[in-house]
């Protein structure tokens, strides 16, 4: 895992102290709100319906235990004793004191972390596959990368005022768990014929209210060009940005005004001075980097047999164990989305759990997952029984990763100023009809996810059953949308009707996913019934 | 009714004007009528909460209920999480609220 060096350390530090001096102005009213509001957001420091909210940077969604002790100890002393996990992999904490928020980000530089560029017109948390350095299925660990792009584009002027946010998302795996083509810029590490790393390049994804999936602008960028292209990317959108129109200053916007030929030709032509100019950071600072993302010292001549006897125990390691690229190892996946749970909510008892799990049994290593739950990344086959106990034992043992009950839902109007609707009370609904094991096994693969507003914080858009919470005439009302992909298969979900009340749209889910039994061919996900089907047959279901 | 309501600074708690001062409770609130605008400027200026703003509300026999969702929910608490609310151990909110 990187460490901070000497600077990084300053500069986080520095960050807290002149934030500490900000807020002590506010409250001495030498700041007005207007003149406050854009620092707190800086700092991740929303107001939202009950209180302060602070969004704490999980970069590339990797943390080890000191972090995640230090996450628990922010949850019990500043906050009510729980947080939330974002899909940026970020931490959330709901009931933020103002006169507190410097003492929290202090408390966070002392274990390396900070709330810096986690809101506000910036680049912000950089996302990243979640089994990077540990699945099989990956050329190289894509996390030096995100690690170079975190620290060139934190604090950098030209970057500091952008027309709107921009978000990255990196992978190096053929299977995409990190969304790439729903970003602002999606990187993909690739290896070339001659051996040579280089990056795919997607530019202009996005969700929000215009849901666009970024096409390929380049497919073999060299990996140590990759600041310049980026830089080029971002300085075309800053250049042209629709900076008069807050519904059209994303990039995807550009891009997709532009066209992506007109757009990538304008990256290239800005590109070729930036690559004269050589401004890409030198190799030795990458090789810097990525010595912290050395694999960690896995054993050999491990066992890969593990024992199944408890049938509680192989349930569990059916679901939510994935391959590990060591042999003997294995990847284990914790579920935040227990039946009739809060998607993404984990109390500070259970971060301090998962962070002696990780501690003990995964080189001190955790991951936080887009999708909103948690990884123990590196876990001996062998230890899988002890760790699945412990979990367990923590309420923290569910068994559905990627099952209806996986549900993504974002805070909506339960906590966020901007919702229409709830999210989370739909989420416990359907959590709660499908709750059976054996029916959610028999549905699949299924991507439910929810979003209080147009937003799109739940990833709605790439739901294979999306939601979306508006408000008509003051009462919540929910549209439904199939045949959204977040994956490597990616596609954007489309509404199949008139909205529903909250009921309503649970029963809607249950007659689309009746039709959906019904209608498959022996096999087929959910998803894929749909693509050969249609949409048809299930309005019909639903709305007939 | 109109109403007006705002975070407190220092903590964000979600408070309402009662003629006087601020409250935690919604039942506290008091019509402000024409003049939510401008006590809200005042109390903004003041430094005592940010986030002012004059919302409709219903008079009721327990006190006033604001008129959207978001305002209940905003009186009241999260709804998925009954304990934190501001009346954890009343069993009849969740109707108050939807
Ligand atoms: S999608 Fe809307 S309601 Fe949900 S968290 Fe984002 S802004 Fe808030």
Redesign the pocket.
Known sequence: MYRYDQYDQAIVDARVEEFRDQTARRIAGELTEDQFKPLRLKNGLYLQLHAYMLRVAIPYGTLDSRQMRMLAEIARKYDRGYGHFTTRQNIQYNWIKLEQAPDILADLATVEMHAIQTSGESVRNISADQYAGATADEIADPRPWAELLRQVTTFMPEFSYLPRKFKFAITAADSDRAAIRWHDCGLRLVRNEAGEDGFEVYAGGGMGRTPMIAPLIRSFLPADQLFGYVQAILRVWNRHARRDNIHKQRMKILVHELGAEEFTRQVEEEFAGFEARDVDPPRAEYDRIAAYFAPPPFETGLPDEIDRSDPDFALWLDRQVAPHKAPGYAIANISLKPVGGIPGDISAEQMEVVADLAERYSFDELRATHAQNLVLPHVRKADLYAVWQALDAAGLADVNLDLVSDIIA????DY?S??NAR?IPLAQKISTRFADIDRQRDLGELKIKI???I????HHHAGHIGILGVDRKGTENYQLLLGGSGAEDVSAAKITGPGFDEDGVVDAIEKTLDAYVRLRDPGERFLDTYRRIGVEPFKEAIYG | MKLLLGNDLKTGAVVWWTGRDWSLHVEDAMDVGEHGETIARAEEAACRVAGAAVIDAEPGEAGPRPAHIKDRIRALGPTVRPDLTLKPADPSVGSWVI
Not at chain 1, 410 to 413: E, I, R
């Open positions: 974002c805070p909506g109007l966020c901007l919702a999210s979003s209080g507003c937003n799109a914080c739940g």
